[in-house]
T-cell receptor, first 114, second 113 residues
Framework: AQSVSQHNHHVILSEAASLELGCNYS??????LFWYVQYPGQHLQLLLK??????LVKGIKGFEAEFIKSKFSFNLRKPSVQWSDTAEYFC????????????FGTGTQLKVEL | EAQVTQNPRYLITVTGKKLTVTCSQN?????MSWYRQDPGLGLRQIYY???????DKGDVPEGYKVSRKEKRNFPLILESPSPNQTSLYFC????????????FGEGSRLTVL
């Protein structure tokens, strides 16, 4: 079975700082990878996804993530965060080709201060 | 508007009093799933359904039941709620079960006293 690790549980940044949130997964085969975001009091929304091809994927609101197969990593980045990026971020993985379960990491709470 | 609708959004109940959290999606999705979200544990899958009349256990199914009699609805049933089921519950659906691209409901915050 697959598993996901998010090493940063709480991150506090000032506006305009750069962001990188770590995500590592464990699985013996190929996977689809995701970042979901949960703004305060809201439901989860898809931020970006990787299925195949270019390992650098771009999502909404200026976020991007890079899949490094050799490191089993899918780190989330943003060059300059805004106060409105305050949210909880979840990395998730599902085996390619028909897995039944999307496995989530434990989440990273990001707080952006003005 | 495409959406997943859950009810109730907030509920306080007492131990042992049966309750149902409804979930309905209007996107004609085949795949539906229930997750619970707890601090420090992320989201854990309770049950999922590949299609009508096809359901299966996720990681934490104990104390829960589900049914899928219609494609659009996937209710979560707590036959005898206990305090350890106090949590935030999310229903989600997907057009293609294999992609992992889920559409989530707004969440149902359940407190069991």
């Amino acid at each position: 079975a697959q598993s996901v690790s998010q090493h940063n549980h709480h991150v506090i940044l000032s506006e305009a700082a750069s962001l990188e949130l770590g995500c590592n997964y464990s699985y013996g085969g190929t996977v689809n990878l995701f970042w979901y975001v949960q703004y305060p009091g809201q439901h989860l929304q898809l931020l970006l996804k990787y299925f195949s091809g270019d390992p650098l994927v771009k999502g909404i609101k200026g976020f991007e993530a890079e899949f490094i197969k050799s490191k089993f990593s899918f780190n989330l980045r943003k060059p300059s965060v805004q106060w409105s990026d305050t949210a909880e971020y979840f990395c998730a993985v599902i085996p390619t080709g028909g897995g039944n379960k999307l496995t989530f990491g434990t989440g990273t709470q990001l707080k952006v201060e003005l | 508007e495409a959406q997943v609708t859950q009810n109730p959004r907030y509920l306080i109940t007492v131990t042992g009093k049966k309750l149902t959290v409804t979930c309905s999606q209007n996107m004609n999705h085949e795949y539906m799933s229930w997750y619970r979200q707890d601090p420090g544990l992320g989201l854990r899958q309770i049950y999922y359904s590949m299609n009508v009349e096809v359901t299966d256990k996720g990681d934490v199914p104990e104390g829960y039941k589900v049914s899928r009699k219609e494609k659009r609805n996937f209710p979560l049933i707590l036959e005898s709620p206990s305090p350890n089921q106090t949590s935030l519950y999310f229903c989600a659906s997907s057009q293609d079960r294999g992609t992992g691209e889920l559409f989530f409901g707004e969440g149902s915050r359940l407190t069991v006293l």
